[in-house]
T-cell receptor
Framework: AQSVSQHNHHVILSEAASLELGCNYSYGGTVNLFWYVQYPGQHLQLLLKYFSGDPLVKGIKGFEAEFIKSKFSFNLRKPSVQWSDTAEYFCAVNARAAGNKLTFGGGTRVLVKP | EAGVAQSPRYKIIEKRQSVAFWCNPISGHATLYWYQQILGQGPKLLIQFQNNGVVDDSQLPKDRFSAERLKGVDSTLKIQPAKLEDSAVYLC????????????FGDGTRLSIL
């Protein structure tokens, strides 16, 4: 069965620090990869996605993610976080052969201290 | 564009009672999803509709959960009877009827079972 693992449940860091959130998936076929973000009191929003092509994907708000096929990973990065990046971040995967069904990781809560 | 609308935002019931949630997807989105998000976990797909037909309900506990999308637009999700372990946020999402389209999420309904 398809599964998605996010390594850290909670991350606390100061403004201007760099952020990297790990995501690994277990699926042998061709996959689409996503990062969603949920700001406090808001709905889930798409941060970025990877379908094919350049494995380094740039999303909104200065976020980027790198797809490393050999490691089954899709880690999210931001060079310098802001207090407004405080949110919960979810990695999600779907198998292209299985339509648009998403499997989510458990999420990582990020707290940025001002 | 208007987002995915869900109601109610919050619901508190006692175990063994029944409850229903409503979702209105983004106009023109043929695909609709219901997810269950238990505290501390990522969303888990319960059921996926393509217009008014069910595409995937493999993770729907059919002995107590039911969902319908009669006219291919709005959808309702029902739980009858509710159990304590059904306490969660129920998320509705929608997407265009094309491959690799991102899902747009509503604010969710937070259900508490007493």
């Amino acid at each position: 069965a398809q599964s998605v693992s996010q390594h850290n449940h909670h991350v606390i860091l100061s403004e201007a620090a760099s952020l990297e959130l790990g995501c690994n998936y277990s699926y042998g076929g061709t996959v689409n990869l996503f990062w969603y973000v949920q700001y406090p009191g808001q709905h889930l929003q798409l941060l970025l996605k990877y379908f094919s092509g350049d494995p380094l994907v740039k999303g909104i708000k200065g976020f980027e993610a790198e797809f490393i096929k050999s490691k089954f990973s899709f880690n999210l990065r931001k060079p310098s976080v802001q207090w407004s990046d405080t949110a919960e971040y979810f990695c999600a995967v779907n198998a292209r052969a299985a339509g648009n069904k998403l499997t989510f990781g458990g999420g990582t809560r990020v707290l940025v201290k001002p | 564009e208007a987002g995915v609308a869900q109601s109610p935002r919050y619901k508190i019931i006692e175990k063994r009672q029944s409850v229903a949630f409503w979702c209105n997807p983004i106009s023109g989105h043929a695909t609709l999803y219901w997810y269950q998000q238990i505290l501390g976990q990522g969303p888990k797909l319960l059921i996926q509709f393509q217009n008014n037909g069910v595409v995937d309900d493999s993770q729907l506990p059919k002995d107590r959960f039911s969902a319908e999308r009669l006219k291919g637009v709005d959808s309702t999700l029902k739980i009858q009877p509710a159990k304590l372990e059904d306490s969660a946020v129920y998320l509705c999402a929608s997407s265009l009827d094309r491959a690799n389209q991102p899902q747009h999420f509503g604010d969710g309904t937070r259900l508490s079972i007493l």
